[in-house]
């Protein structure tokens, strides 16, 4: 059921419906796109010259999963912890890149632990659009900080959100901010519109013996000739539909491009007791409020 919004519009909600995705540019005013940045500057900051905690020599990709089994990742959906690109480290566990050159993203719960994060996860705005898509009851379930520094910035592999944050029926629905213009030379995402239509194809979870497995529901490769690049200045956002195949390139350009993602379950769905993100119950789901 659609609430009433002004944050859409008709030509934007038939967007949503065909594409499964829209694109909202001056979302975010420039002052509050300048404080976010600035406090992301400061956690890096205090990475680089408070050293890194035990475990921290994790990266993540897309492409090699050595993510996976890593404990660092599995209990960080209730905390703020750095993942690093690969290559960032050196055999001995010591970083090869600056730090803004080194880290792939922060998560995952950046808007409840940090007051930057959570007065910029929560506005009115934002609890207006995402009542406009459908959530009834919203839960802000996920943040990451998504660096993909210049010439370092991997790819991520086509896939669907709601393939790692599975709810029945599928709720998710992802949040993105660019934070720097975004665009097919800095890595920008890139999305099959109309390919949320088609459900999630796989679904990684946790295989009940300490790590994660990923179950394929439907073999079929995702088409990259169907992708089209979703270009965003810094402020825009992009709502997609959880079920949206999207992807993105390397960055191999000499500019930056970070992005701060959230993603929205509705409370009303079931969250599967196998997804891989668990709160402890110090840290319970909250909605916009
Ligand atoms: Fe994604």
Same mark, same amino acid.
């Given at each position: 059921?659609?609430?009433?919004? *002004? ?16 694109? @909202? ?6 002052? $509050? ?5 600035? $406090?992301?500057?400061?956690? %890096? ?6 050293? @890194? ?5 994790? %990266? ?19 905390? /703020? ?13 010591? @970083? ?13 719960? @950046? ?12 506005? *009115? ?14 839960? !802000?379930?996920?943040?990451?900080? /998504? ?7 991997? +790819? %991520? ?13 599928? *709720? %998710?629905?992802? !949040? ?15 999305? /099959? ?7 999630? $194809? ?30 965003? +200045? ?9 079920? !949206? ?19 929205? /379950? ?24």
């Amino acid at each position: 059921m659609r609430a009433a919004s *002004t944050v859409l519009g008709a030509d934007r909600w038939g967007a949503w419906e065909r594409d499964g995705f829209v694109v @909202l540019p001056g979302f975010v005013p420039p002052d $509050r796109v300048e404080s976010l940045r600035h $406090r992301i500057d400061d956690l %890096v900051a205090g990475y680089a010259s408070q050293g @890194l905690p035990d475990g921290a020599a994790t %990266v993540f990709s897309t492409t090699e999963q050595t993510h996976a089994q890593d404990n660092w990742f599995l209990t960080s959906a209730d905390v /703020i912890r750095p993942f690093f690109e690969n290559g960032a480290f050196d055999a001995d566990g010591n @970083l090869v890149a600056p730090m803004d050159r080194a880290l792939n993203k922060m998560g995952h719960a @950046l808007h409840d632990l940090d007051p930057a994060f959570d007065q910029f996860s929560r506005t *009115t705005d934002l609890a207006s659009l995402v009542a406009e898509l459908g959530v009834t009851d919203p839960l !802000l379930l996920q943040s990451m900080v /998504i660096f993909k520094p210049p010439r370092i910035g991997g +790819e %991520v592999v086509c896939h669907c959100d709601h393939s790692f944050l599975w709810t029945d029926p599928q *709720t %998710v629905v992802g !949040l993105w901010f660019a934070l720097d213009d975004a665009t097919v030379a800095n890595g920008c995402m890139w999305a /099959i519109p109309g390919g949320h239509v088609g459900g999630a $194809r796989t679904r990684f979870r946790l295989d009940g013996t300490g790590g994660t497995t990923t179950d394929v529901l439907d073999p079929t490769p995702y088409d990259h000739g169907d992708l089209v690049p979703v270009e965003a +200045e810094a402020g825009t956002l992009v709502a997609f539909h959880g079920c !949206l195949p999207h992807w993105s390139g390397a960055n191999t350009s000499d500019r930056p491009r970070l992005a701060y993602t959230l993603h929205v /379950i509705d409370g009303t769905a079931h969250y599967r007791a196998d997804n891989w993100l668990q709160r402890g119950a110090d840290l319970p789901l909250r909605g916009f409020a």
